[in-house]
């Protein structure tokens, strides 16, 4: 039998191995050191997530997710889900977590409006940053529901302070109409 003569650099030399084996990605994967702040645009996108992409350009964006249903693209490291149609393009994305403040996805999703509105605000910051909602549900368990339709906006509070966001993307036609000037005679 070999005894070790410094056990702590046995240690060291596997901590190393297994530091070095953690650091690769899976293929395909992106996977930043820590979640960088996004911006929620409501109707428009959540950081990288842009109103009209496909389910496969969210992929090239974000890498592959860490978890695929039927029905959606699940992001556990950034505490989100991309939800597209039946043609592939995204239409919503869930944000936090829907277990309440105390889920672990509260924490891994760092996205805040403009007006700084993002997990654990407060109803009355909501309300101060984004106006009265357009309805509100009360239920069981000091829970509400938020609605701002005219923003595809949804926020659910736990105790009065958010832990999860519905973000629907709206892709307008454009009716843009440039009308040129009358020819000078």
Avoid: W
């Amino acid at each position: 039998m070999h005894r070790l003569r410094n056990p702590y650099l046995a240690l060291g030399v596997v901590a190393l191995i297994l530091g070095a084996a953690g650091c690769t990605k899976n293929s395909g994967e992106r996977a930043p050191a820590t979640n960088a702040p996004v911006i929620i645009e409501p109707n428009v996108g959540v950081g990288k997530i842009r109103a009209g992409m496909t389910t496969q350009q969210v992929i090239t964006e974000l890498g592959q997710p860490q978890r695929k249903t039927a029905h959606a693209l699940e992001y556990t490291r950034l505490g989100l889900a991309v939800l597209p149609d039946t043609n592939g393009v995204v239409q919503t994305v869930m944000c936090g977590d829907v277990t309440g403040l105390g889920g672990r996805l509260v924490k891994a999703f760092t996205g805040r409006t403009r007006e700084g509105i993002g997990m654990t605000s407060t109803r009355e910051e909501v309300i101060k940053a984004l106006g009265e909602p357009s309805s509100s549900q009360r239920f069981a368990g000091a829970l509400e529901s938020m609605h701002y339709d005219a923003l595809g906006l949804t926020l659910t509070l736990e105790a009065g302070k958010v832990h999860h966001l519905i973000i629907r993307l709206q892709t307008k036609p454009d009716r843009t109409v440039n009308l040129a000037p009358a020819p000078q005679r």
